[in-house]
């Protein structure tokens, strides 16, 4: 089955890194993404990783996978208060039914100054 | 390009209402999607898409039908509205193909309370 485990709350102080953390279970999952949402907003895709690459950077943003362990890893240096927001991990299964995305249920990231 | 666009952006219902939520989307993407978000549930896959003519039942699809008559347009409806559906409503789409895998589309949403 699909299972996308995340925590649920990350405080952060301001210029900090933030890291946020995830697991899956499908090791048949061949993207996992980074969403962000603001109150009030939709989904803004941060940033995505092929199942068979184990890290990207995107100017601020680093993910990290590690297949064995199937973790998923969103890392934001140097955190400010835009930063400010709900974190959705999500991982895309190939070849299933519903080729949709199954969501983690959001790690809200809390800045303190 | 206005990507994806959710109408209405709000709605009150009452129990036993009929409404549709439309989610119509301008870039020819293929797969069209219905979630529903709610608090502390993260987001789960209502029906879906992969052509016009199109639709399949996803994690929840009690309560609700859908229909894709054209390619741009996905509807939702609720037959008979209950207070288990309020719920914050997101629809995305993507493209088919290996070669684009930037992600879904979302819309910006679309609040609806049962009462």
């Known amino acids: 089955g699909e299972d996308v485990e995340q925590s649920l709350f990350l405080s952060v102080r301001e210029g900090d890194s933030s890291v946020i953390n995830c697991t899956y279970t499908?090791?048949?999952?061949?993207?996992l993404y980074w969403y962000k949402q603001e109150p009030g907003a939709g989904l803004q895709l941060l940033t995505y990783?092929?199942?068979?690459?184990d890290m990207k950077q995107d100017q601020r943003l680093t993910v990290l996978l590690n297949k064995k362990d199937k973790h998923l890893s969103l890392r934001i240096a140097d955190t400010q208060t835009g930063d400010s927001a709900i974190y959705f991990c999500?991982?895309?299964?190939?070849?299933?039914?519903?080729?949709?995305?199954?969501f983690g249920k959001g790690t809200h990231l809390i800045i303190q100054p | 390009n206005a990507g994806v666009t959710q109408t209405p952006k709000f709605r009150v219902l009452k129990t036993g209402q009929s409404m549709t939520l439309l989610c119509a989307q301008d870039?020819?993407?293929?797969?069209m999607y219905w979630y529903r978000q709610d608090p502390g549930m993260g987001l789960r896959l209502i029906h879906y898409?992969?052509?016009?003519?199109?639709?399949a039942k996803g994690e929840v699809p009690d309560g609700y039908n859908v229909s894709r008559l054209k390619k741009q347009n996905f509807l939702l409806g609720l037959e008979s509205a209950a207070p288990s559906q309020t719920s914050v409503y997101f629809c995305?789409?993507?493209?088919?193909?290996?070669?684009?895998?930037?992600?879904?589309?979302f819309g910006s949403g679309t609040r609806l309370t049962v009462v």
């Open positions: 990783i092929f199942s068979n690459m």
């Open positions: 898409s992969v052509g016009e003519g199109t639709t």
């Open positions: 999500a991982e895309r299964i190939s070849g299933g039914g519903a080729d949709g995305l199954t």
């Open positions: 870039m020819n993407h293929e797969y």
């Open positions: 499908d090791s048949s999952s061949t993207y």
């Open positions: 995305a789409s993507r493209r088919t193909g290996t070669q684009n895998n930037y992600g879904y589309t």
